[in-house]
C-alpha cells in the first residue's frame, strides 16, 4: 500500500505523477443523486492552476478534467468516480540535471532509499501536480456537502510575516488579491516581500486558515477517528504543510480553562456557545459552532539559488535549481486545503449516519 | 464504526469505559517473536497512572494491566494481543450530578447529539481513561521498535506560558521533576504557576515534544500515509490535543526557503543534513534525521469554580464541577504522546517492509 | 494484520487462543439506542457449547461471557462492545503429546512456518475456541438484525452422505435433534453412522445451511463487497469450511439460462420473483427474496486412529490424537455459520445507508 | 463506499461502465523495481476479450490498455499504477429498449431500488466489462507473483454437464480449444451442446479451476483473512459466480477424517503431503502443496428467448433481450478467475512479509 487512499467510506485514490502521461483520482462512495459536471470540478482545478499571477510558476497547463465513470444524466449513480487530467506541459528536459542530486527539502533521498530508485522527473509523484487528484474530489466533496447545507471557505492567514488578524479579516477581499487574503492592505504588503525575495532567488511560506459552516453537530468518531484527528492527518499530507491547529491550537496552550472553556447557552431553542475558542470540536465531534482549522506551510524547497548538497554517488555538490517554481505555494496550497477538509466532512458525514439505530430505522422503514 | 481501531498492519482497537468493568485494547499484526511481559507494559502505564504528584488527581487506581492472548512462552505468537486493565476507583455518585448538563470544554454535549444518549459516568468513552489501551499498545509497539535499534524520548516542552529553550534542554532531569520537564528549574516555576491556579480553581495547558532516533530512512507512504499525516492523526486523537508539528512546524511559515532547506552532505559515507528544520521528514518519509513532533494540549476542562452552561432540558444552568481532577493534564499526557508515536512508526515500518521486489526476495528467498 | 477484524462499519475483532486466560471479541460499529444483556449473548454461545450431546467433545466449560464495555442502562452506547469468556477447562497436558509433531488437516504445519514458533496447547489461535468471539459478535449483530425485522435460520443439511432434502425440510424439528437438522428421521440416520465413525475412531464432516428473511433490497456493495462475496469470505474463514454457495450453487454451473434466471412479477404492489434459483442475491445486492448460502465442511481432523505425519525435527513418525474431539464438527458449526452472515448483513446494512442522497437528507433534515 | 476496492496492501480499485467513456484499475501498493509493459497486461486483457470465438459476443473492441502511472524506466516505482481501456463498441441503442425494465438474473432491480435510479446501458456498473479492471490488475499481480516463481493455471472444468475428470487432464490443450478445457475431446460434445443452446436461444454455465504452484508455507492470515477465505471472497465477487470450494471442496462434506486428512511425510528434507484433499490450505493458510480452488458459474442470464418480467412503473411484461450476448461465459471468465486469484495472492504475499520479527530484521539489517 502506497498511501494512495484517503477515507473510509467517501474514499479517494490519487495517482499520476509529475511527468507521466496523466493524474487523477477515483472516488468510492460518493451517495448517489447529486447533480455533478465536469464543470463543478474545473472551478476547483482553476483555483490551484499555475500560472495565474505573477507569483506563481508559468507552467502552463489547462488542466481540464475528464469525468470517466460514475455519473450518469448528469448525476452521481453511487458507483466509483473516476476524474483524470492529461500533463500537456512536460519538458523533461528542464528536470534532467537533477536526476542524480538530492534536493534539499525535497523527497528526492527518502524517495530513493525507500523504492530503490525514483522518478527524477519533475518529482515524481511527490510533485505537486499531485494534489489535482485531491482538488477534483474537494469538489466533488463540496457538491455533496451543498446538499446538506454545509458550506466551506479558505484563505491565506499569513505569507511570510505578514498576518491578517482575525478582527481584520474582510472575505469579500478573498479573491481580489493574489494571495487569497481576507485584506487586500496586507496582501499588498505580502507582494512586495515576495517580490524582494524572488529578487533573491529565495521563497517563503505562511498559514492558510480553512472554516465550514452548517455541520451537524456530533460529527466525527470518538477515539482515533475523530473530526480533529482526520482533519490533521488530511492536512498533514499536504506536501508542504509542517502544522495544523484547530481552534485556538497552539494558543490554547498557553491559556487558562477558565479562559478556553467555552461557556453554553440557549437560543431560539437551541444550544450555543458563547465563544469558539475549540475552533468547533469537543471530544473529537463537532459542537455546533464553526470549524476552523488553520495550516503552517513551509516556504518553497525549490530555489534558484545556490545549495550545499549530496548526489546520488555520494558526493558533495553544489544545486541550483532552474526552472518554473512558485515563490510561494500558499496561495495555490488554499484550495488545496479546502478541499482535503471538503472530503474528510464528507467520509464523516457517511460514516456518522449509521451511528444510531433510529437513523437507521428511517432509511429502512419502508424496505 | 466508532473509530475505535488504528493502524494498518500494526493495528490497535481500544475499548472501555471510564465506569465500566474495564478498559482495554487489542492488538493486531505485532510480528511474532518478541519477547513481552506484563512488566513490559506495566511501567508505561504506571508513568501515566494518576495520584503521582500533588498536580495530578489523586483517583487512586492500580491500572495493573492483564494479557490475555497473544504471548506465549515469553514471546508474541503473531496472534491478537489482548490486554485489559480493570477499573477499581469507580466511585459512581461523584458524577451524578453532572448527568444531565452539559460541561463547558466537555464532549457532553455532541456525544448526545450523536448517538442520542450517553454514559454520564466519568466521561465514558471520552474519559482519559481510555488512553490507557494506547499507552499499553505502546509500550508493545516500542519493545518492537527497541528490536530494530529506534528509541523514543517524550517530554514537557511547556506549562501554561513556562517553555523550555531548546538551548537549555537537559535530558537527564526529565524524570526528576513532577512535569517531566527536561529543566528544573523551568519546573520549579512551573510548578508554582500551577499552585496558584489550584487556589484559583483554575487550569493550564502545555505542550510535549518527543522525538525518535534510529528510524530507517524512507519510512512513511508518499500521499495520504505520509509519517508525518499519520502522527498528526495520531496525536491530535488524543483528548485536549488541539495542534500538531513537525520539525519548525509554525515557525516555518515564518521563514524563507535557503534558511529553512536542509543542505544534505556526506559524513562517513552516509548521507547527513546539516540542520533538520525538517523535523526529520521530507516528502512525509523520514530522513535520517531525528524525528520531532509537538503537541499543544488545551487547560484542563474540568474546573471547580462556577461556568455557564445548559443541561439537557435546554435551561440555561450554572455548573461546578467537583471531584478528581488534574489541574494540567501535560505531565500525564507525555507517555500518552510518546505511546501513539510509537504506534504509528510500528505500523509503518510494518507497511514498508513490502516497499520493495527485493525486500520480498530477501523473505521468501528460502520458501 | 493477523486478520483478526471483520466487516467495515460493523466491524468485528476477535483474540483469544485455546489454553490461554480467556477469548473474547470487540465489536466497533454497533449503532446506539439497541437493547443489548449479557442473556442475549449467552443464548448464542451455549449452542455452540460442548459437552451438550454424545456427539460432541466432553471439554466441560461453561463459556459464561461477560460485558466489558459499550453497553450503559440496557442499551448499547455507539462506543466499542468487548465480550470476553474466561477458559476454564485448560487441561494442557492432554496436548503436551503434539508439541513437537504436525498433526494432520491441522494448522500446525504453516503456522510454525509463518511465525517461526507457535502455541501448540490445543491448536492455540486455530482451536475451535476461536468461534466464541464470532458468535459472541453473531448474538449482537443478530439483535441489530431484529429491530429492523431480519430474522436468520442455520441448520444442518448433511452429516457425511445424510442428507435432508428441501422437500423434506420441518424447521419444527431442528431444535429436537442433537445435529439440528429439520428432519427427526433422517437425525436418527445420521446419529448411528456418527456412532459407528466413533467406534472405528473415525470423523466425518457435512453441510450447513442458513437463510436470512426480511433484507431490504439492494443490500450489497456492487463490485468486491458483493453481498455475496462478503458471505463468502465470513462463511470460509470458519475453520473447517471448504466450500461456499449460494441459491442453486454448483447446481446451477449445470443449468440453463431458462431455468436458472428467476422471473419477475408483480404482487401486491411489490416486484417478486416466481423461483428462487439466486438465493436471494443479483449483482451481489439483496433481491427482495429469501437469502440461502451452504457451507461445506470437511469431517473432524483430529482422530484417535494411528495417522502417518512428521515431526518438528523432520522425522517420519505415527501419531494418535487422543483427547476429546468431537467426531462430527456441524452441529456445532450451525450457530456460527449463522453468526458470521448476521455479522456479515449488519456490516452492508451500516455500509448501504449512506448510498443515495436522500437518506443522508432524511438522516439530516433537522441538524 | 461502494465496495469497488480489493486487497490490503497490494489493493486495486476499479472504476467504469459498460457505456461510459472507460474503464480502469488503480493499483496501490505493487512493490516497485518489478519489469512490466504494456504489453504484459494486453496479453491478459486478450484473453478475455470478446469475439474470439462463435461462443462468445462478437461485440468488437481491441480493449487496449494504456500504463497512466506507477511505471518508470520499464519498472514499476511502488506508486500506484492507473490502467484504463477505452470503450469504443458502446452502440447505446441496442440497449434502449431494456432501460425501464428488470432483467430476471441481471442486478436493474436491485441497483434501482439500492441507488434511486440507474446507468442502463448494458448493466452499466454491472456489466461484463467491469472485469476489465480486474484483468489489467490480475496481469500485473502475476508480474509480481512470477518473480518469487509462483505460478497459476486456470481452465474450463465443466461446460453445463460436460465435465473433464482430473485423470483426464490434459493441460497443454488448454489452449487448443474454445473453452480453455483441459480436453479437446471433451471441449468438442461441450461445443455441440452449446451450438444446441444457441439454436434454442438459452445459454448454460459451468465451473472454473484454477491452481497455484510455488507459494511459501504459512501464506494467509489465521481467522479472517485465510487464503482461503479472501479467494472466496474475490472469486465470488465476479459476477455470476455462485459457489466456491477449496480442494475437495463439497465433496469432503461426505468423506471420513481417515481419508480426508494428507498426511504429511518428509522427502528430500522437506515436509510434504501424500494427498491434497485439503487443496493447499491448513488453518487458512498455504501447506505447500499446490493450491486448488473451483468456481460454478451460472447460465448467461441474457437470453433471447422471451422471459416474465416487470418494468419500472409495476407492471407484469415480457422481455426479449436482444444484441450480443454469450451463451456461454465460463470460457471469457477464466482469465478472470486466475487474475483474482493472482491479486489475493499477491495481498497476502505483502502482508506475510510483517509476520516475524526476524523477517523485518532482514529488511532493516542495513538502515
Known amino acids: 500500500m502506497s498511501g494512495s487512499s484517503f477515507g473510509k467510506l467517501f474514499r479517494i485514490t490519487t495517482w499520476g505523477e509529475s511527468h507521466g502521461p496523466a493524474v487523477g483520482v477515483v472516488i468510492d462512495g460518493c451517495p448517489a443523486g447529486i447533480s455533478l459536471s465536469e464543470e463543478d470540478i474545473q472551478v476547483f482545478l482553476d483555483r490551484r492552476r499555475p500560472g495565474q499571477s505573477r507569483y506563481t510558476t508559468r507552467r502552463n497547463e489547462s488542466d481540464t478534467v475528464e469525468i470517466l465513470s460514475g455519473v450518469f444524466d448528469g448525476k452521481t449513480t453511487g458507483t466509483p468516480i473516476s476524474l483524470m487530467v492529461r500533463n500537456q506541459d512536460q519538458r523533461s528536459k528542464d528536470y534532467g540535471n537533477i536526476s542524480v542530486s538530492y534536493r534539499p527539502g525535497h523527497a528526492d533521498y527518502p524517495f530513493k532509499e525507500k523504492y530503490g530508485f525514483r522518478d527524477y522527473r519533475g518529482g515524481g509523484r511527490s510533485s505537486g501536480r499531485e494534489t489535482i487528484g485531491r482538488v477534483a474530489a474537494g469538489a466533488v466533496a463540496s457538491r455533496f456537502l451543498n446538499e446538506l447545507g454545509i458550506s466551506l471557505r479558505a484563505y491565506t492567514k499569513a505569507v511570510g510575516p505578514f498576518t491578517v488578524d482575525e478582527s481584520e479579516y474582510d472575505y469579500s477581499q478573498i479573491n481580489e488579491n493574489s494571495f487569497y487574503m481576507p485584506s487586500n492592505a496586507i496582501a499588498e504588503k505580502a507582494g512586495e516581500y515576495v517580490s524582494t525575495l524572488m529578487a533573491e532567488t529565495d521563497s517563503c511560506g505562511g498559514i492558510v486558515e480553512c472554516t465550514a459552516d452548517g455541520l451537524p453537530t456530533g460529527l466525527g468518531e470518538p477515539v482515533f477517528d475523530k473530526l480533529d484527528a482526520l482533519l490533521a492527518q488530511a492536512v498533514m499530507s499536504v506536501g508542504a504543510v ?126
Chains 1, 2, 3, 4 share one sequence.
Open 242 to 367: 509542517k502544522g495544523v491547529e484547530i481552534g485556538d491550537g497552539f494558543r490554547a496552550a498557553g491559556s487558562v480553562g477558565s479562559q478556553n472553556n467555552d461557556p453554553f447557552y440557549m437560543r431560539d431553542g437551541r444550544v450555543c456557545k458563547k465563544t469558539n475558542h475549540s475552533g468547533g470540536t469537543l471530544g473529537g465531534m463537532s459542537d455546533g459552532s464553526r470549524l476552523i482549522l488553520r495550516a503552517a506551510i513551509k516556504p518553497t524547497s525549490s530555489i534558484a539559488r545556490p545549495q550545499q548538497t549530496v548526489n546520488e554517488s555520494g558526493e558533495d555538490i553544489e544545486i541550483s535549481i532552474r526552472g518554473r517554481h512558485d515563490p510561494v505555494i500558499v496561495p495555490r496550497a488554499v484550495v488545496v486545503i479546502e478541499s482535503m477538509t471538503a472530503v474528510t466532512i464528507a467520509d464523516l458525514l457517511l460514516q456518522n449516519a449509521a451511528a444510531r439505530i433510529d437513523n437507521l430505522k428511517k432509511i429502512y422503514a419502508d424496505k
